[in-house]
């Protein structure tokens, strides 16, 4: 962590960010406390607060959080055109515990504990309008809405049909088959009959939810295209798990290497070695709606004849077991993933026919399999971060 003062005259406004409301404080490079407050984030809430800060015009906002509950009140301070830095939770529960003593926690004392990370930390990663990953980002919600609220309906369709069917339903059921299922039952009892109701209609509601997967793919995938990303043409990432990676990464560049990217995804083993016995156990840090997505990756490959079959069948042979060897395989994955992101951002995309992502000698998904190599690395230092960059669009 380096420390790092303000330039002369300018001002950190610390933010503690809610739904309703924020509080925040004004600190300058000295440290000193100069202002403060609490607003609503409505129209005029937020108005009152520029108005009130008005007297800084040298000033960035430090925000908790803004890959989640600070993202909605940092993505209007920066389309009014504010510098909006990214405070990570747990850095902030770090310094609110040295300074607060005992972690005590209430909203001025994390909008101080905010505001003292903007003052003393460099490399805060700024905010910034990007409108590919935006787009990205409510698609992949929407997707991944669309998946939840099928699961918790065919949950409650096998419900019903145990009930009106000896034995139930296989387990893998659509919604044709269900209705193929309930066509001949006829119950005689009102609660029978409110049963087959109630499931028809719920048959009826995942009928309407493939509609709308569909056309939510459709959409993901033209969004994906006009990314130019090659992520797709890698062994085990469809386009749900492609978008993801682009959502979550925003800008690969932010990580050093692929050591840092690793600590990142989770795939980065800790040492536990003790004597003479070395080993590396799980980490459970790192992004891990990030770390499924290499984790499906790894098994979609190991199901194949692939070459990342190949290499955990190696780490298997060299005395690893199943679940080490695993952690391997996506260690190697993540460096895949991290070129491949690299590659996409310094080289123009490729298009084949239809405009679509196609491969080429240069791209970073040839010789996307796994390769020989040591995947025991430690957990590598902080990274420093850098502004995002808008991913290039397809030529």
Request: positive net charge; aromatic residues 4%.
């Amino acid at each position: 962590m380096q420390n790092s003062s303000p330039p002369p005259g300018a001002v950190v406004i610390g933010m503690d960010p809610h739904k309703r409301s924020v509080t925040i404080e004004v600190m300058n490079a000295g440290e000193q406390v100069l202002d403060g407050g609490r607003f609503d984030t409505d129209s005029d809430g937020f108005t009152r607060m520029l108005t009130h800060v008005a007297s800084y015009p040298d000033r960035v906002w430090a925000i908790e959080g803004c890959a989640g509950i600070g993202r909605h009140v940092a993505a209007r301070l920066v389309a009014a055109g504010e510098t909006v830095v990214d405070v990570p939770a747990k850095l902030s529960y770090r310094v609110r515990l040295l300074t607060a003593g005992n972690g005590r926690k209430t909203d001025d004392t994390d909008a101080h504990s905010i505001a003292l990370i903007g003052v003393r930390v460099t490399g805060l990663r700024p905010v910034v309008s990007n409108e590919q990953i935006e787009l990205l980002r409510v698609l992949v919600d929407r997707r991944r809405m669309l998946g939840e609220e099928h699961t918790r309906k065919i949950s409650q369709v096998h419900r019903l049909l145990l009930e009106l069917i000896p034995g139930g339903a296989k387990i893998y059921l659509s919604a044709r088959q269900a209705r193929t299922l309930l066509s001949p039952v006829r119950p005689k009892d009102p609660a029978g009959k409110a049963r087959k109701q109630l499931a028809m209609e719920l048959i009826t509601d995942l009928e309407k939810v493939y509609t709308r997967t569909k056309q939510a793919d459709k959409d993901l995938l033209a969004a994906l295209a006009e990314t130019g990303t090659h992520l797709t043409e890698l062994h085990g990432i469809g386009p749900t798990g492609a978008a993801m990676l682009l959502v979550e990464v925003e800008d690969i560049t932010r990580f050093p290497d692929h050591n840092h990217f690793a600590s990142w995804t989770g795939t980065a083993p800790i040492d536990a070695s003790s004597g003479d016995t070395v080993r590396h156990r799980l980490s459970r840090g790192g992004n891990r709606q990030i770390n499924r997505v290499l984790h499906t990756m790894a098994t979609v490959q190991l199901r194949n004849p692939t070459q990342g079959r190949a290499y955990y069948d190696r780490k298997k042979a060299d005395g690893k077991s199943s679940m080490e060897a695993m952690r391997c395989l996506k260690r190697r994955l993540s460096d895949i993933v991290y070129r491949t992101m690299l590659t996409d951002l310094t080289q123009p995309a490729t298009t084949g026919p239809g405009g679509q992502p196609g491969d080429d000698s240069d791209s970073s998904a040839t010789g996307s399999q796994p390769t020989t190599g040591s995947s025991d690395k430690p957990l590598p230092g902080p990274a420093t971060t850098h502004p995002t960059r808008p991913l290039p669009a397809a030529s």
